[in-house]
């Protein structure tokens, strides 16, 4: 076996697939299983790539794949910490390391979210691009599967061209928008005082300021702030207007958050989040 081995790549990607049971990846077993493991198109939708695409990559004949894609066949095989670097090894990718925004996920954290039934969560990276959500944070937000992988970004969501369609409006608790995205425009800024030689945080700076007027005009602001603890007002569709507390909980040594939002027991909020339970996770 050698660095950048395809064939090696397809039978442990293979291989990998067909150990994850569905449970595993928070689906639904369905009827008629003919194949161990997940199916070629859970995957696909888990990792936010083409079917065609893992197709193409188990026979050994698919294309290089970035190291974007690789975190995202990584969470969605749930791989553990070595087998992710061999994954990067077979594939021939310099794994992420110092200079680089860690968009691998540790499995204890991947544990940690899947035991998160009742609120929703998800875990972000300096990057603020999601790695991973549970179901109850697809009924808040809306079908986060439904965008192109790279555009599953708070910041791009919030700020970037259309990035609001089909998703839930996040304002303050008063109904303005302007001190979210002012504080979402903040972190990305430290985040690339952090990863000034990350490629992928500086492309989507650059597209957002060419793309996005009030982006632009924030970062011009150079604005410097660190909110961690927030009440933020969502307007769901079908659910109508409920305000969380949101809680970043830091992942160590990996500059990651998990996000986490909830409501104070008793109040209509925890009603309404309550009826998402119930009638959001019926949609997603």
Same mark, same amino acid.
């Given at each position: 076996?050698?660095? &950048?081995?395809?064939?090696?790549?397809?039978?442990?990607?293979?291989?990998?697939?067909?150990?994850?049971?569905?449970?595993?990846?928070?689906?639904?077993?369905?009827?008629?299983?003919?194949?161990?493991?997940? *199916? *070629?198109?859970?995957?696909?939708?888990?990792?936010?790539?083409?079917?065609?695409?893992? %197709?193409?990559?188990?026979?050994?004949? !698919?294309?290089?794949?970035?190291?974007?894609?690789?975190?995202?066949?990584?969470?969605?095989?749930?791989?553990?910490?070595?087998?992710? $670097?061999?994954? /990067?090894?077979?594939?021939? %990718?310099?794994?992420?390391?110092?200079?680089?925004?860690?968009?691998?996920?540790?499995?204890?954290?991947?544990?940690?979210?899947?035991?998160?039934?009742?609120?929703?969560?998800?875990?972000v990276d300096a990057r603020s691009t999601l790695l991973a959500w549970n179901p109850l944070l697809d009924a808040l937000f !809306?079908?986060?599967?439904?965008?192109?992988?790279?555009?599953? #970004?708070?910041?791009?969501?919030?700020?970037?061209?259309? &990035?609001?369609?089909?998703?839930?409006? =996040?304002?303050?608790?008063?109904?303005?928008?302007?001190?979210?995205? *002012?504080?979402?425009?903040?972190?990305?800024?430290?985040?690339? !005082?952090?990863?000034?030689?990350?490629?992928?945080?500086?492309?989507?700076?650059?597209?957002? #300021?060419?793309?996005?007027?009030? /982006?632009?005009?924030?970062?011009?602001? $150079?604005?410097?702030?660190?909110?961690?603890?927030? $009440?933020?007002? /969502?307007? =769901?569709?079908?659910?109508?207007?409920?305000?969380?507390?949101?809680?970043?909980?830091?992942v160590p040594g990996d500059d990651q958050r998990l996000v986490v939002y909830s409501a104070v027991p008793g109040s209509r909020d925890a009603e309404l989040l309550d009826l998402l339970r119930v009638v959001g996770l019926q949609?997603?």
């Open positions: 076996m050698s660095r &950048g081995d395809s064939a090696e790549l397809a039978a442990a990607l293979r291989q990998w697939r067909e150990r994850v049971t569905p449970a595993d990846a928070g689906l639904p077993a369905g009827p008629r299983r003919r194949t161990p493991g997940l *199916r *070629r198109e859970e995957v696909a939708a888990l990792a936010g790539v083409s079917v065609d695409y893992v %197709v193409r990559l188990e026979q050994g004949r !698919g294309p290089h794949p970035s190291s974007s894609v690789l975190g995202a066949l990584a969470r969605a095989l749930r791989l553990s910490t070595p087998e992710t $670097r061999h994954l /990067f090894d077979l594939a021939g %990718v310099e794994a992420p390391g110092s200079g680089q925004v860690v968009d691998l996920v540790r499995p204890s954290v991947l544990r940690l979210l899947d035991r998160m039934h009742d609120l929703p969560a998800m875990l !809306g079908d986060l599967s439904a965008l192109p992988r790279d555009q599953r #970004n708070l910041l791009w969501m919030r700020l970037g061209p259309r &990035g609001r369609e089909g998703h839930a409006l =996040v304002v303050e608790e008063d109904g303005s928008r302007e001190g979210l995205d *002012r504080a979402a425009v903040a972190r990305a800024r430290a985040a690339l !005082g952090r990863y000034p030689d990350d490629a992928v945080l500086r492309a989507m700076v650059d597209e957002l #300021n060419r793309t996005s007027p009030i /982006f632009a005009e924030l970062w011009a602001q $150079r604005p410097v702030e660190d909110r961690r603890v927030d $009440r933020k007002t /969502f307007e =769901v569709p079908g659910i109508g207007r409920l305000t969380l507390d949101c809680d970043s909980l830091e949609t997603v």
